[in-house]
Structure formats: C-alpha cells, structure tokens
C-alpha cells in the first residue's frame, strides 16, 4: 500500500467516525464518548514526529506526509489535534464540545481534500523510487506510532 492509500484511508476511517458522531442523539453520550475515544486513538497514528532527522526535515519539505498540508491553516482556525486536545478537556455531549466536534469535522474534511487534491498528485509526479521511500517511511512510522500506544497501554 503506498503512501496516499495510507493517508487516504485515515481520511476515510476519520469522516465516517465523525459521520457517525453527528448522527446520534442529545441522549446517546456513551456512544460519543466511545466514538471519540475511537478519533483520538486513530490520531495517534497519524501523528507527526517530534523527533525529525534532517533527512526526515528535507523530505518533509518535499511531501507533508500524515497529518500536514501544503498550506498552513489560518490562525483562526485550530488544526485538528489542537482540537482533539481541547475536546479532551470537556465532557461529550456538553454544547462547548458538540461546538467543537462540528469544527472537527470541517477542519477533518478540509484537511483531506485539499491533501488529496495538492498534495497527492505532487506525490505521483514523485520517480518511483522515491514514492516507495516514502510510502516505507510512512508505514514505518504508523507502526512505530501504534507500537508507542502498546507501550503506554501496558
Ligand atoms: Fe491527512
């Protein structure tokens, strides 16, 4: 699986999630609480690392990779994990949060289409090589993030 399949299924695990959310009733705050913990989970492994190599910086100059766009957001808008981090503070079904969620889920649909509409063809303008560089890097991270949850959960 290369590296835009990789970002194209977050995209997708993370609008149906938010898809669901909004679905549920005023009522329904345990399954909120659950698909929440369901979005938090998943951006852990989509998670941008802390640690860059410069050779990780330059080819981040070159390809967002997980998480990043092209584009800076504005600074009105929070990007999605600040929002997950505030959203983490609150409680589930209170006004502030569902508020929140609603913003979540804009920035999540902005993020993926403008990753998949400029980000994604300036990957496969990429020689071939070079997409499977990072499509391994990618995956390598995925698995190095996933195993770090692992760890914390034990
Ligand atoms: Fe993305």
Do not use: C
């Not at 409680?91 to 949060?97: L, S």
Request: net charge neutral.
């Amino acid at each position: 699986m290369n590296a835009t399949s990789l970002l194209r299924d977050d995209h997708k695990r993370f609008k149906e999630l938010l898809r669901k959310y909004e679905k549920l009733s005023d009522e329904e705050v345990e399954q909120k609480e659950d698909i929440f913990a369901m979005l938090k989970a998943e951006s852990t492994t989509t998670r941008p690392s802390k640690r860059r190599s410069s050779t990780r910086r330059r080819a981040r100059s070159r390809w967002p990779g997980p998480g990043r766009s092209s584009r800076r957001p504005s600074r009105s808008t929070p990007s999605w994990r600040t929002l997950l981090e505030e959203l983490s503070e609150l409680e589930a079904g209170d006004v502030e949060f569902e508020a929140k969620m609603k913003v979540l889920k804009e920035n999540v649909e902005h993020h993926a289409h403008e990753e998949e509409m400029e980000v994604f063809p300036l990957f496969r303008k990429l020689p071939h090589e070079r997409q499977d560089e990072v499509s391994e890097r990618l995956r390598a991270r995925k698995f190095e993030l996933s195993e770090g949850d692992w760890d914390d959960g034990a």
